[in-house]
């Protein structure tokens, strides 16, 4: 017994087991939670579809990651982790065959190199899997009749910064439970008139009701809610941006100024010029900043009585919403068109905040300042905390279905087997990340005569993308066809 060593597949159930543990003994099930108050939110739940329990282990991790605060960040840790991760691997690898660490250290760090990049382009592709597939995420569930669910800034490809049509940004606020959002491009709402008349005409999917923004770029971004006429808010100072919007008879409420780098100016700069309130979550920039900048601006909204609201700032990335704002409007289902929007603009105008909440998804802690660099190994753990018993029986279920198919591996043939060993399908997995990101690339740059001359994003994306991927694919076509030569594993 002294030299018995469990096999892999029995280490790999005991670490599920573990982590499923979490589950039961430290469960944090997700929850919508009113921002202002800071409490859930009562008659508001969170439906979780079943295609994602079926393929829990592969698509529950992807849409829990991007769902993080600051998701890009924790991606980078988790590909920087990896990264670490498969070098260490690889010196452990040569310690088998050497007596001396500094030798394996060195010769497994040199082989381990090589492989980096692979690695890179693994998650590139994933990350643009996880960014433009319309995977089946979670979505806010009520019954309330009353209830009207709005996002008040989003954008299309007309802006310079958005990635996604008209027609899709509609279906994804569809897919999200929204009655209604305001199309928000940067600096101009021509377009948006005209698409606006488009959904009136019915060439346009009826819902949800689309309303027509702009966001303003001044000392901070506003938001200018409700406009009926074209106008060019470029030059204009943020005084001559907010008497416009309400000369429309619309409102103007001040974006992300809690995040970093926004507060160009004191926030009474801006409720003296008039501002009916502000944003206190944007899922853009990350949700939600607590402290002595959002303690201002609860005490400023409560003194000067100026609304609270919460935004997506939605540009195309991601199929998951963690951010609505709940109107509470009496017969909003049977009312025209006209009432609709007169209905919400009323709210704003009123600033009433008694029937607005401002909501948000929760599944997990803001991981503390200083220990970012952990916030892989934090939300894997936080993802496992916030699994249900179906859940858990899906990671189970494939579990078992994996282990299956190893156990029928040994009867395919031995040439098959031989052919195909761990590095060959790793360069060949890379080559199919390169291919991806390459075509991905190749179609931005494909859209960029169609958009607006102000859209910069697809270019810039598409020539980063198309060159990543053209490099990294000759890279692993190279190393597929030396392996066996090099014989690096």
């Given at each position: 017994m002294k030299n018995f060593h469990p096999p892999p597949?029995?280490?790999?159930?005991?670490?599920?087991?573990?982590?499923?543990?979490?589950?039961?003994?430290?469960?944090?099930?997700?929850?919508?939670?009113?921002?202002?108050?800071?409490?859930?939110?009562?008659?508001?739940?969170?439906?979780?579809?079943?295609?994602?329990i079926v393929f829990e282990p592969f698509l529950g991790p992807l849409l829990f990651f991007l769902r993080a605060d600051q998701a890009l960040l924790v991606y980078l840790f988790l590909a920087f982790w990896s990264m670490v991760a498969f070098l260490a691997g690889r010196m452990l690898h040569e310690k088998r065959t050497r007596s001396r660490w500094s030798d394996a250290i060195r010769t497994g760090f040199a082989q381990g190199v090589l492989w980096?990049?692979?690695?890179?382009?693994?998650?590139?592709?994933t990350m643009l899997f996880i960014l433009f597939s319309p995977l089946p995420s979670n979505t806010i569930t009520h019954n309330d009749p009353?209830?009207?669910?709005?996002?008040?800034?989003?954008?299309?490809?007309?802006?310079?910064?958005?990635?996604?049509?008209?027609?899709?940004?509609?279906?994804?606020?569809?897919?999200?439970?929204?009655?209604?959002f305001f199309l928000t491009e940067h600096n101009h709402h021509t377009i948006t008139l005209e698409l606006a008349q488009q959904q009136i005409d019915s060439l346009l999917p009826p819902a949800p009701l689309l309303l027509v923004g702009q966001e303003y770029s001044g000392s901070n971004h506003l938001l200018l809610l409700g406009l009926i006429r074209p106008f060019n808010s470029k030059d204009y100072s943020d005084q001559a941006a907010i008497d416009t919007a309400h000369a429309h008879g619309g409102a103007a409420v001040l974006a992300h100024w809690f995040a970093p780098g926004k507060r160009t100016r004191p926030l009474m700069h801006y409720v003296t010029a008039g501002?009916?309130?502000?944003?206190?979550?944007n899922q853009a920039e990350g949700i939600y900043y607590p402290g002595r900048y959002m303690q201002q601006l609860h005490t400023v909204a409560r003194e000067q009585s100026l609304l609270l609201i919460g935004s997506v700032d939605y540009h195309g990335y991601g199929p998951a919403c963690f951010a609505w704002n709940a109107l509470h409007i009496p017969g909003w289902r049977t009312r025209s068109r006209s009432d609709q929007s007169e209905a919400i603009m009323d709210l704003l105008r009123s600033?009433?905040?008694?029937?607005?909440?401002?909501?948000?998804?929760?599944?997990?802690?803001?991981?503390?300042?200083?220990?970012?660099?952990?916030?892989?190994?934090?939300?894997?753990?936080?993802?496992?905390r916030s699994l249900n018993l179906w859940q858990m029986l899906s990671w189970l279920l494939w579990f078992v279905v994996l282990r299956l198919s190893l156990y029928f591996a040994p009867r395919i043939p031995d040439q098959l087997r031989l052919r195909y060993q761990t590095?060959?399908?790793?360069?060949?997995?890379?080559?199919?990340?390169?291919?991806?990101?390459?075509l991905f690339g190749l179609w931005m740059l494909a859209q960029t005569p169609l958009l607006l001359d102000?859209?910069?994003?697809?270019?810039?994306?598409?020539?980063?993308?198309?060159?990543?991927?053209?490099?990294?694919?000759?890279?692993?076509?190279?190393?597929?066809?030396?392996?066996?030569?090099?014989?690096?594993?």
């Open positions: 597949a029995i280490k790999m159930l005991l670490l599920l087991i573990v982590l499923l543990s979490a589950a039961f003994w430290a469960p944090n099930p997700p929850y919508i939670e009113d921002a202002v108050t800071r409490s859930a939110a009562s008659g508001f739940g969170i439906h979780i579809p079943p295609g994602r980096l990049p692979v690695i890179l382009i693994l998650f590139v592709a009353d209830v009207v669910l709005v996002n008040f800034h989003s954008h299309t490809y007309n802006s310079h910064d958005g990635v996604i049509s008209p027609w899709r940004l509609i279906d994804w606020h569809e897919r999200n439970g929204f009655d209604a501002v009916d309130g502000f944003e206190i979550a600033r009433d905040q008694s029937r607005l909440q401002v909501l948000l998804y929760r599944d997990r802690e803001r991981i503390a300042s200083g220990l970012e660099w952990l916030s892989p190994f934090i939300t894997v753990l936080d993802y496992f590095r060959d399908i790793l360069a060949i997995a890379g080559a199919g990340a390169a291919t991806i990101t390459l102000e859209n910069r994003v697809f270019m810039e994306y598409g020539a980063w993308l198309t060159a990543l991927g053209t490099i990294l694919f000759f890279y692993c076509i190279n190393l597929l066809r030396k392996l066996k030569k090099m014989q690096l594993f």
